[in-house]
């Protein structure tokens, strides 16, 4: 009796292993991503639901979570109350050097999304001239690395400004409100304080600006490929609607997070880059080339090998499948 | 004209009236108990001659003057409560010297003071570490700090033991003696108003005048529970009973 | 080594006890073995896998990342959280006591102020944030209100209810000396409310501290509050728990010096605390 079915199961067992992974580990509850307003393709999305219909053959709900920022985008990740987020690509290597265990298989955007801002009668010309002075910048943010890789180049250091921590849309009040002398923006805020208050970007520089990465986690990764392959699928759909019909596009994005049409036609049309989705050299050139400062400016732990982490975080094959050719 | 006379013409609790045109006065040097049931104002009475309530229409003279002043005046009135009441967060000394302006001002004068009343070398105790007896004492030496001509008891003995009471009262006869003083003492133990007064004085249940005044014709020093006693005894406890069975009818 | 001598100052203040002692080796103090056996738990479960490491840096790890930050500028972070609690707290506190005093002694003050206080007690402190932003701005100014706001409830509770609660029998004594009424409050009612004072005091300040992390979370460029929210924006979970520990610790301290305080000024107490400590009779 026993040996019989010991047999069984070894049988049943190789069977099963030989099976191609078609269907999904466990069927899936829940699939939980978040929008933001640095992310369109995220609230044209949302705004179709085109995810909900994707899903509703299998009854999979789907929730959306906003998002603040990458530094939040990134904390719901690693605290796993969402399965897949979005956030500039270089504060995704920093989380992920860091123990936040994600992988990026897909670019949602190539903006130049970041600067740094003055208010329009501000005496500061140059990074040089913020020796000394007020800097509001979200952490853990591209604005934020960008802050600091900026302040590099002019020769300064984290300590030779005073960083005050404010998320994206505070730090814009503040700089207009005169409490800092200088902010690092963030698109669609950056752009609304340029068209509707005159402020002036003091420093761009779009190799700066490491791209939208859709993070997953690892963990749903493993266990629910189909369920990622999906949204990819979606975030397609919306990245190819969103190419033919810009000026759309930008007025679902002036609606959701409250900004003029200009100010969203100007991040949509002139900052933002929707031609290269999938991960590639060029992205992992970028990631290269930043991930210095987050050793220079002791953002990652002391020893943390960052290039094995930009190999972890980065998943350059996944969503071939799946990508519209367009 | 009496050392201490005093007169309340009313004195009311809300719509209850206490006390009514009750006169009594006192001669120097005078030991006096004040007894009767409870609730006939006694304690009241003696509220009012310490110039703690300021609501009784009442007079008090001593030795002929107004007695305004209050216990922080030299030759005043002295007080002692039925509980210790000291100041838990001072010592003996400085809760005997409490009255003065000056704080522990005169320390020999509170050493010597503690010395008379039995508790020498307790200056630096603080009241946790006394005994209720203890206590007492000092309470007692705090009531005569400000060295007063008069002394106000109320019920001052009732919260310690037999022994420890008959201690103290010897200890109070001792002193009031040396001193001169003239003590007004609200009791509930007969024995011990006998025992130390040089008149009882019984409070009717009504408010009015004084129901008696009792003179104690024993020869000091006293011993207790001796016959004349006894039967001075008795006949305060007929006056009280008659003064209840007085009551009941007039509740009936 | 580190989040052990931490521990084992922790429990500096506390008396220790008999008995129980006995069962331990050599002279291992009871108040240390919870917080060891947290500590041994929680490094064992990261190792052994049972705890995600990202979620739970073992307590090695965060005495390492302490040590590395105590060459980093820590003393500057220290010094900015300390003095902002010290100045909200003081002037906090300082209000407190004043109005609670007045509100005690005075009944129209009391009809015309408490009322009041009681409803802004009941106010969250985070729901403080926006409007001492928008008023104050970014800088000390809203974190010190915040922070004095935290402190001054639990004083003036402490110090109304102290005042409130005097023995009326020790009032009259003093009433007998006809004292002053400010002499009143100097020599009898302050010193008998003192317990309560004190007890509002500890709990102010363990609420300045509170409150004080609140504060710099909204935005601040240093202090322990901007070191928590520094390890979270950057998935630091080290750093988070270093700024927890460390905000532990000078909690910890600052209150085992309002016990000695405490301990100071209420010598003279007859109650079960005393008994316990085996005051003598």
């Known amino acids: 009796m026993k040996r019989r079915t010991l047999l069984q199961l070894a049988a049943g067992s190789v069977a099963a292993s030989a099976l191609p992974r078609l269907v999904a580990a466990a069927p899936l509850d829940e699939v939980r991503l978040d929008y933001a307003y640095y992310s369109p393709t995220s609230l044209v999305l949302r705004r179709f639901g085109w995810l909900e219909q994707a899903f509703k053959a299998e009854g999979t709900n789907v929730k959306w979570v906003f998002s603040a920022g990458s530094n939040r985008a990134l904390e719901y990740l690693n605290g796993n109350s969402i399965d897949i987020g979005s956030s500039a690509g270089l504060a995704a290597l920093l989380a992920r050097a860091n123990g936040n265990p994600i992988r990026s298989p897909y670019i949602f955007s190539r903006p130049e999304w970041t600067a740094l801002v003055v208010p329009k009668d501000s005496p500061i010309r140059s990074v040089a001239d913020l020796k000394g002075k007020k800097?509001?910048?979200?952490?853990?943010?591209?604005?934020?690395?960008?802050?600091?890789?900026?302040?590099?180049?002019?020769?300064?250091?984290?300590?030779?400004?005073?960083?005050?921590?404010?998320?994206?849309?505070?730090?814009?009040?503040?700089?207009?409100?005169?409490?800092?002398d200088a902010w690092a923006g963030l698109d669609p805020h950056m752009a609304a304080s340029e068209l509707e208050r005159g402020s002036r970007l003091l420093y761009r520089n779009v190799a700066f600006n490491t791209y939208g990465f859709l993070n997953v986690r690892e963990q749903f990764l493993a266990a629910h490929p189909d369920a990622t392959a999906r949204v990819i699928q979606a975030y397609e759909r919306a990245r190819a609607w969103v190419r033919a019909n810009s000026t759309e596009a930008a007025k679902i994005l002036a609606e959701e997070a409250k900004v003029s049409l200009p100010v969203a036609l100007l991040q949509i049309k002139l900052r933002s880059d929707f031609s290269q989705p999938l991960p590639g050299n060029e992205h992992l050139a970028a990631l290269r080339q930043a991930a210095p400062i987050l050793r220079d400016e002791a953002l990652v732990k002391p020893g943390v090998d960052l290039g094995r982490a930009i190999t972890d975080l980065v998943e350059t094959r996944f969503a071939q499948p799946y990508l519209v050719k367009a | 004209m009496s050392f201490l006379e005093i007169h309340v013409d009313e004195k009311r609790f809300g719509e209850r009236v206490v006390l009514r045109d009750l006169h009594l006065a006192l001669e120097r040097g005078e030991i006096a108990s004040l007894v009767g049931a409870s609730g006939c104002g006694k304690s009241t009475l003696l509220s009012i001659v310490a110039g703690l309530d300021r609501q009784a229409r009442a007079r008090v003279r001593l030795d002929g003057a107004a007695a305004d002043a209050g216990g922080s005046v030299e030759g005043g009135i002295g007080f002692v409560f039925q509980e210790p009441r000291l100041f838990p967060w001072l010592d003996v000394a400085s809760n005997v010297a409490f009255g003065s302006t000056a704080g522990a001002g005169g320390l020999r004068d509170v050493d010597a003071l503690l010395d008379e009343v039995g508790l020498a070398g307790y200056g630096a105790h603080l009241p946790r570490q006394l005994s209720g007896g203890q206590a007492q004492r000092v309470a007692i030496a705090r009531g005569l700090y400000t060295r007063p001509r008069v002394l106000l008891m109320d019920e001052p003995f009732s919260a310690v033991d037999a022994i420890t009471r008959m201690k103290l009262q010897d200890m109070l006869a001792r002193v009031a003696r040396e001193r001169g003083l003239t003590v007004l003492l609200v009791t509930h133990d007969i024995d011990e108003a006998v025992h130390l007064s040089d008149h009882v004085i019984l409070l009717d249940r009504q408010p009015g005048p004084l129901r008696s005044r009792l003179p104690v014709g024993l020869a000091r020093p006293r011993a207790r529970g001796d016959a004349a006693a006894s039967r001075l005894k008795a006949e305060i406890l007929a006056l009280l009973d008659l003064d209840a069975d007085a009551a009941r009818a007039a509740a009936a | 080594m580190t989040a052990r001598a931490l521990a084992r100052l922790a429990a500096l203040s506390l008396p220790r006890p008999r008995g129980l002692r006995r069962l331990l080796p050599g002279r291992f103090p009871l108040a240390l073995v919870l917080p060891a056996?947290?500590?041994?738990?929680?490094?064992?479960?990261?190792?052994?896998?049972?705890?995600?490491?990202?979620?739970?840096?073992?307590?090695?790890?965060?005495?390492?990342?302490?040590?590395?930050?105590?060459?980093?500028?820590?003393?500057?972070?220290?010094?900015?959280?300390?003095?902002?609690?010290?100045?909200?707290?003081?002037?906090?506190?300082?209000?407190?006591?004043?109005?609670?005093?007045?509100?005690?002694?005075?009944?129209?003050?009391?009809?015309?102020?408490?009322?009041?206080?009681?409803?802004?007690?009941?106010?969250?402190?985070?729901?403080?944030?926006?409007?001492?932003?928008?008023?104050?701005?970014?800088?000390?100014?809203?974190?010190?209100?915040?922070?004095?706001?935290?402190?001054?409830?639990?004083?003036?509770?402490?110090?109304?209810?102290?005042?409130?609660?005097?023995?009326?029998?020790?009032?009259?004594?003093?009433?007998?000396?006809r004292l002053a009424p400010l002499a009143l409050v100097r020599r009898v009612l302050l010193p008998a409310a003192l317990p309560a004072i004190l007890t509002g005091l500890r709990t102010g300040l363990s609420l300045a501290w509170m409150f004080m992390v609140?504060?710099?979370?909204?935005?601040?460029?240093?202090?322990?509050?901007?070191l928590l929210s520094d390890g979270r924006e950057t998935s630091r979970a080290d750093i988070v728990l270093a700024a927890i520990v460390l905000l532990a610790l000078l909690g910890k301290l600052s209150d085992m010096g309002m016990v000695a305080l405490e301990r100071r000024l209420l010598a003279w107490r007859d109650d079960f605390a005393a008994s316990r400590a085996g005051v003598e009779r």
């Open chain 3, 37 to 177: 056996l947290l500590l041994v738990g929680a490094e064992l479960s990261v190792h052994a896998g049972w705890l995600p490491a990202n979620l739970m840096p073992p307590p090695s790890e965060v005495a390492r990342t302490l040590a590395w930050l105590a060459e980093n500028g820590l003393g500057v972070h220290l010094v900015a959280s300390t003095l902002r609690v010290a100045l909200g707290f003081v002037c906090g506190a300082g209000a407190a006591v004043l109005l609670g005093a007045l509100v005690a002694l005075d009944r129209r003050v009391q009809a015309l102020l408490d009322p009041t206080l009681q409803a802004l007690r009941a106010i969250p402190s985070l729901a403080w944030v926006p409007l001492l932003l928008l008023w104050f701005g970014i800088d000390e100014l809203p974190k010190l209100v915040l922070i004095a706001i935290g402190a001054f409830f639990p004083v003036y509770t402490g110090v109304v209810s102290g005042f409130g609660g005097v023995d009326r029998k020790l009032v009259e004594v003093a009433r007998l000396y």
């Open chain 1, 135 to 180: 800097v509001a910048a979200t952490k853990g943010t591209d604005p934020y690395l960008f802050l600091l890789r900026s302040l590099q180049v002019a020769g300064l250091k984290r300590g030779d400004i005073e960083h005050v921590s404010l998320q994206h849309a505070d730090g814009r009040a503040a700089l207009e409100q005169g409490k800092v």
């Open chain 3, 214 to 226: 609140a504060a710099e979370l909204i935005a601040a460029t240093r202090g322990l509050g901007y």
